[in-house]
Protein backbone atom coordinates (compact mmCIF):
# COMPACT_ATOMS: atom_id res chain seq x y z
CA UNK A 1 0.00 0.00 0.00
CA UNK A 2 1.87 3.47 -1.30
CA UNK A 3 -0.43 5.82 -1.16
CA UNK A 4 0.01 9.61 -1.56
CA UNK A 5 -2.06 11.15 1.22
CA UNK A 6 -2.34 15.71 1.64
CA UNK A 7 -1.88 15.88 5.60
CA UNK A 8 -4.35 18.08 6.76
CA UNK A 9 -3.90 21.35 9.12
CA UNK A 10 -5.73 23.74 10.78
CA UNK A 11 -10.08 23.20 11.04
CA UNK A 12 -12.54 24.20 8.10
CA UNK A 13 -14.64 26.86 8.24
CA UNK A 14 -17.55 26.49 10.64
CA UNK A 15 -21.43 26.71 9.11
CA UNK A 16 -22.09 29.95 8.50
CA UNK A 17 -25.57 31.44 10.86
CA UNK A 18 -26.74 34.47 9.06
CA UNK A 19 -28.86 36.83 11.48
CA UNK A 20 -31.97 36.36 9.15
CA UNK A 21 -31.99 32.47 8.74
CA UNK A 22 -34.65 30.36 9.51
CA UNK A 23 -35.62 26.55 10.49
CA UNK A 24 -35.05 25.91 6.82
CA UNK A 25 -31.79 27.85 6.51
CA UNK A 26 -30.03 25.70 9.12
CA UNK A 27 -30.98 21.93 7.22
CA UNK A 28 -33.12 19.41 8.00
CA UNK A 29 -32.08 15.98 9.25
CA UNK A 30 -33.27 12.72 9.83
CA UNK A 31 -31.79 9.83 12.33
CA UNK A 32 -33.00 6.70 11.71
CA UNK A 33 -32.50 4.19 14.62
CA UNK A 34 -33.43 2.65 17.65
CA UNK A 35 -35.04 -0.62 19.14
CA UNK A 36 -36.45 -2.11 21.70
CA UNK A 37 -33.80 -2.05 24.56
CA UNK A 38 -31.98 0.52 22.19
CA UNK A 39 -34.13 3.83 22.76
CA UNK A 40 -31.17 5.51 24.05
CA UNK A 41 -29.03 5.67 21.14
CA UNK A 42 -31.37 7.49 18.41
CA UNK A 43 -32.37 9.83 21.40
CA UNK A 44 -28.47 10.56 22.23
CA UNK A 45 -28.38 11.23 18.12
CA UNK A 46 -31.21 13.86 18.00
CA UNK A 47 -29.51 15.54 20.84
CA UNK A 48 -26.30 15.49 19.12
CA UNK A 49 -27.89 16.85 15.93
CA UNK A 50 -29.77 20.17 18.02
CA UNK A 51 -26.52 21.08 19.75
CA UNK A 52 -24.73 21.07 16.34
CA UNK A 53 -26.90 23.46 15.38
CA UNK A 54 -29.46 21.73 12.58
CA UNK A 55 -32.79 23.58 12.23
CA UNK A 56 -35.31 20.81 12.49
CA UNK A 57 -34.03 17.05 13.79
CA UNK A 58 -36.17 14.28 12.92
CA UNK A 59 -35.99 10.75 14.70
CA UNK A 60 -37.72 8.25 13.28
CA UNK A 61 -37.76 4.63 15.48
CA UNK A 62 -40.14 2.13 16.25
CA UNK A 63 -43.60 3.21 17.49
CA UNK A 64 -43.22 1.25 20.89
CA UNK A 65 -39.83 3.53 22.14
CA UNK A 66 -41.33 6.95 20.68
CA UNK A 67 -42.54 7.75 24.23
CA UNK A 68 -39.31 7.19 25.93
CA UNK A 69 -37.27 9.09 23.15
CA UNK A 70 -39.75 11.82 22.96
CA UNK A 71 -39.58 12.41 26.54
CA UNK A 72 -35.81 12.55 26.36
CA UNK A 73 -35.91 15.56 24.59
CA UNK A 74 -38.88 17.89 23.43
CA UNK A 75 -37.00 19.88 20.60
CA UNK A 76 -36.52 17.01 18.06
CA UNK A 77 -39.62 15.40 16.13
CA UNK A 78 -40.30 12.33 16.36
CA UNK A 79 -41.63 9.49 13.39
CA UNK A 80 -43.13 6.41 14.80
CA UNK A 81 -42.63 3.47 12.31
CA UNK A 82 -43.91 0.08 12.83
CA UNK A 83 -42.02 -2.99 14.23
CA UNK A 84 -41.86 -6.32 14.72
CA UNK A 85 -42.32 -8.85 17.73
CA UNK A 86 -38.89 -8.05 18.86
CA UNK A 87 -38.82 -4.23 18.84
CA UNK A 88 -37.56 -3.64 15.18
CA UNK A 89 -38.35 -2.09 12.20
CA UNK A 90 -40.62 -3.77 9.27
CA UNK A 91 -40.73 -3.70 6.30
CA UNK A 92 -43.68 -1.70 6.55
CA UNK A 93 -41.39 0.75 8.98
CA UNK A 94 -39.13 0.82 6.07
CA UNK A 95 -41.17 1.87 3.52
CA UNK A 96 -42.41 4.73 5.79
CA UNK A 97 -38.77 5.94 6.37
CA UNK A 98 -37.85 5.88 2.86
CA UNK A 99 -40.89 8.46 2.08
CA UNK A 100 -39.46 11.00 4.10
CA UNK A 101 -35.93 11.11 2.43
CA UNK A 102 -36.55 13.33 -0.34
CA UNK A 103 -38.06 16.18 2.26
CA UNK A 104 -34.56 16.22 4.15
CA UNK A 105 -31.34 17.79 3.80
CA UNK A 106 -29.20 15.11 5.60
CA UNK A 107 -29.52 11.32 6.77
CA UNK A 108 -27.88 9.58 9.99
CA UNK A 109 -28.57 5.83 10.25
CA UNK A 110 -27.53 2.89 12.50
CA UNK A 111 -27.65 4.09 16.31
CA UNK A 112 -29.31 1.34 18.72
CA UNK A 113 -30.95 0.17 14.94
CA UNK A 114 -30.67 -4.06 15.80
CA UNK A 115 -29.93 -6.37 12.50
CA UNK A 116 -32.72 -7.98 10.40
CA UNK A 117 -33.33 -8.92 7.07
CA UNK A 118 -35.90 -5.83 6.95
CA UNK A 119 -33.44 -3.93 8.22
CA UNK A 120 -30.61 -4.77 5.52
CA UNK A 121 -33.07 -3.72 3.35
CA UNK A 122 -33.45 -0.21 4.75
CA UNK A 123 -29.74 0.44 5.52
CA UNK A 124 -28.91 -0.38 1.72
CA UNK A 125 -31.91 1.26 0.30
CA UNK A 126 -30.83 4.77 1.89
CA UNK A 127 -26.81 3.61 1.35
CA UNK A 128 -28.09 3.21 -2.50
CA UNK A 129 -30.51 6.22 -3.12
CA UNK A 130 -30.50 8.96 -0.80
CA UNK A 131 -30.14 12.08 -2.64
CA UNK A 132 -28.89 13.57 0.51
CA UNK A 133 -25.38 12.96 2.61
CA UNK A 134 -25.72 9.97 5.20
CA UNK A 135 -23.60 9.29 8.06
CA UNK A 136 -23.50 5.38 8.61
CA UNK A 137 -22.84 4.11 12.10
CA UNK A 138 -23.33 1.19 14.83
CA UNK A 139 -25.72 -1.31 13.32
CA UNK A 140 -25.55 0.50 9.65
CA UNK A 141 -22.05 -0.66 9.85
CA UNK A 142 -22.72 -4.30 10.53
CA UNK A 143 -25.25 -4.68 7.97
CA UNK A 144 -22.95 -3.12 5.33
CA UNK A 145 -20.08 -5.27 6.42
CA UNK A 146 -22.45 -8.09 4.89
CA UNK A 147 -22.79 -7.05 1.69
CA UNK A 148 -19.99 -4.92 0.65
CA UNK A 149 -20.55 -3.91 -2.72
CA UNK A 150 -23.53 -1.81 -1.60
CA UNK A 151 -20.54 0.40 -0.86
CA UNK A 152 -19.54 1.35 -4.52
CA UNK A 153 -20.22 4.56 -6.45
CA UNK A 154 -23.06 6.08 -3.76
CA UNK A 155 -25.32 8.90 -5.33
CA UNK A 156 -24.50 11.52 -2.74
CA UNK A 157 -21.49 11.93 -0.24
CA UNK A 158 -21.30 8.84 2.50
CA UNK A 159 -19.51 9.52 5.54
CA UNK A 160 -18.71 5.97 8.03
CA UNK A 161 -17.50 6.53 11.44
CA UNK A 162 -16.61 3.09 12.67
CA UNK A 163 -14.77 1.99 15.43
CA UNK A 164 -11.98 -0.29 15.42
CA UNK A 165 -13.94 -3.67 15.37
CA UNK A 166 -16.35 -2.28 13.50
CA UNK A 167 -13.83 -1.80 10.88
CA UNK A 168 -12.57 -4.85 10.63
CA UNK A 169 -16.14 -6.37 10.07
CA UNK A 170 -16.06 -3.95 7.25
CA UNK A 171 -12.62 -4.73 5.80
CA UNK A 172 -11.69 -8.20 6.81
CA UNK A 173 -8.68 -7.58 8.59
CA UNK A 174 -7.96 -8.33 11.94
CA UNK A 175 -7.86 -5.56 15.21
CA UNK A 176 -4.23 -6.02 15.10
CA UNK A 177 -3.43 -5.27 11.96
CA UNK A 178 -6.01 -2.35 12.24
CA UNK A 179 -4.45 -0.67 15.43
CA UNK A 180 -0.77 -1.23 13.57
CA UNK A 181 -2.15 0.67 10.29
CA UNK A 182 -4.83 3.08 11.02
CA UNK A 183 -4.17 5.84 8.66
CA UNK A 184 -3.39 4.06 5.34
CA UNK A 185 -6.32 1.29 6.11
CA UNK A 186 -8.25 3.86 6.63
CA UNK A 187 -7.51 6.14 3.89
CA UNK A 188 -7.22 2.96 1.02
CA UNK A 189 -10.83 2.37 2.23
CA UNK A 190 -12.03 6.00 1.81
CA UNK A 191 -10.07 5.83 -1.56
CA UNK A 192 -11.57 2.28 -3.14
CA UNK A 193 -15.05 3.35 -2.05
CA UNK A 194 -15.01 7.36 -2.80
CA UNK A 195 -16.35 7.81 0.75
CA UNK A 196 -15.48 9.75 4.06
CA UNK A 197 -13.57 7.56 6.62
CA UNK A 198 -13.71 8.50 10.68
CA UNK A 199 -11.69 5.46 12.17
CA UNK A 200 -12.73 6.23 15.68
CA UNK A 201 -10.30 5.84 18.95
CA UNK A 202 -7.27 7.88 20.41
CA UNK A 203 -6.54 10.16 17.83
CA UNK A 204 -9.24 9.51 15.78
CA UNK A 205 -8.63 9.12 11.63
CA UNK A 206 -10.10 11.22 9.29
CA UNK A 207 -9.91 10.89 5.73
CA UNK A 208 -11.67 10.66 2.26
CA UNK A 209 -8.59 8.44 0.82
CA UNK A 210 -6.34 12.07 -0.50
CA UNK A 211 -6.30 14.11 2.69
CA UNK A 212 -6.04 12.45 5.83
CA UNK A 213 -5.58 14.29 9.24
CA UNK A 214 -5.66 12.57 13.40
CA UNK A 215 -7.99 14.48 15.69
CA UNK A 216 -6.15 16.15 18.50
CA UNK A 217 -9.37 16.23 21.00
CA UNK A 218 -11.08 13.86 23.09
CA UNK A 219 -10.08 11.70 26.06
CA UNK A 220 -10.53 8.19 27.76
CA UNK A 221 -13.65 9.28 29.49
CA UNK A 222 -15.31 9.63 25.87
CA UNK A 223 -14.88 5.57 25.54
CA UNK A 224 -18.66 4.84 26.90
CA UNK A 225 -21.82 3.54 25.49
CA UNK A 226 -23.45 6.34 23.62
CA UNK A 227 -20.70 8.76 22.79
CA UNK A 228 -20.63 7.90 19.14
CA UNK A 229 -24.47 8.13 18.81
CA UNK A 230 -23.87 11.99 19.82
CA UNK A 231 -21.40 12.01 17.20
CA UNK A 232 -23.27 10.73 14.49
CA UNK A 233 -26.05 13.56 15.12
CA UNK A 234 -23.26 15.96 15.30
CA UNK A 235 -21.95 15.42 11.98
CA UNK A 236 -25.55 14.78 10.29
CA UNK A 237 -26.59 18.49 11.55
CA UNK A 238 -23.01 19.65 9.95
CA UNK A 239 -23.97 18.01 7.17
CA UNK A 240 -27.54 19.38 6.69
CA UNK A 241 -26.09 23.40 7.28
CA UNK A 242 -24.29 22.48 3.90
CA UNK A 243 -20.72 21.83 5.38
CA UNK A 244 -18.65 19.48 2.66
CA UNK A 245 -18.50 16.19 3.40
CA UNK A 246 -14.85 16.13 4.98
CA UNK A 247 -14.92 19.09 6.36
CA UNK A 248 -18.11 18.25 8.05
CA UNK A 249 -16.49 15.25 9.89
CA UNK A 250 -13.20 17.05 10.64
CA UNK A 251 -15.32 19.80 12.31
CA UNK A 252 -18.00 17.25 14.11
CA UNK A 253 -14.81 15.00 15.46
CA UNK A 254 -13.03 18.02 17.45
CA UNK A 255 -16.13 19.59 18.12
CA UNK A 256 -17.28 15.89 19.88
CA UNK A 257 -14.06 15.66 21.80
CA UNK A 258 -13.54 19.19 23.15
CA UNK A 259 -17.13 18.95 24.45
CA UNK A 260 -15.47 15.88 26.03
CA UNK A 261 -12.67 17.96 27.11
CA UNK A 262 -14.29 20.38 28.78
CA UNK A 263 -16.86 17.94 30.42
CA UNK A 264 -13.94 15.68 31.64
CA UNK A 265 -12.32 18.87 33.21
CA UNK A 266 -15.68 19.77 35.46
CA UNK A 267 -16.59 16.05 35.86
CA UNK A 268 -12.98 13.87 35.58
CA UNK A 269 -12.72 11.26 32.77
CA UNK A 270 -14.10 8.55 35.07
CA UNK A 271 -17.42 10.40 35.68
CA UNK A 272 -17.89 11.34 31.80
CA UNK A 273 -20.97 10.12 30.27
CA UNK A 274 -22.51 9.93 26.56
CA UNK A 275 -25.49 12.53 28.31
CA UNK A 276 -22.96 14.82 29.01
CA UNK A 277 -21.66 15.49 25.52
CA UNK A 278 -24.57 17.61 24.23
CA UNK A 279 -24.54 19.45 27.28
CA UNK A 280 -21.27 20.51 27.31
CA UNK A 281 -21.44 21.40 23.20
CA UNK A 282 -22.44 24.35 23.55
CA UNK A 283 -19.52 25.48 25.27
CA UNK A 284 -17.32 23.82 23.13
CA UNK A 285 -18.70 25.92 19.73
CA UNK A 286 -17.95 28.77 22.17
CA UNK A 287 -14.76 28.14 22.17
CA UNK A 288 -14.29 26.88 18.50
CA UNK A 289 -15.77 30.27 17.56
CA UNK A 290 -13.47 32.17 19.23
CA UNK A 291 -10.14 30.25 18.18
CA UNK A 292 -11.67 31.35 14.66
CA UNK A 293 -12.14 34.76 15.43
CA UNK A 294 -15.90 34.62 15.14
Known amino acids: ?16 RPPDGH ?3 FGRVLLIGGSRGMSGAPALA ?27 EPSYLTLPMAEDDS ?24 PGLGRSEALKTLVK ?60 LAAEFARQHQLILVLKGQHTVITDGARVVQNATGNSGMATGGTGDVL ?5 ALLGQGLPAYEAA ?38 MQADAGR
Open 1 to 16: MNLSLYRDAGLPALPK
Open 46 to 72: GLGALRGGAGLVYVATPASIVPIVAGL
Open 125 to 184: AVYRTAPVPVVCDADALNLLSEMRDVLFDPPAPRILTPHPGEFSRLTGKSMEEIQKSREP
Open 232 to 236: TGLTT
Open 87 to 110: GKLTQAGVEEILGHLPDMNAIGIG
Open 250 to 287: RVAVYLHGLAGDLAAAELSEPGLIASDLPRYLGRAWLK
Open 23 to 25: KGT
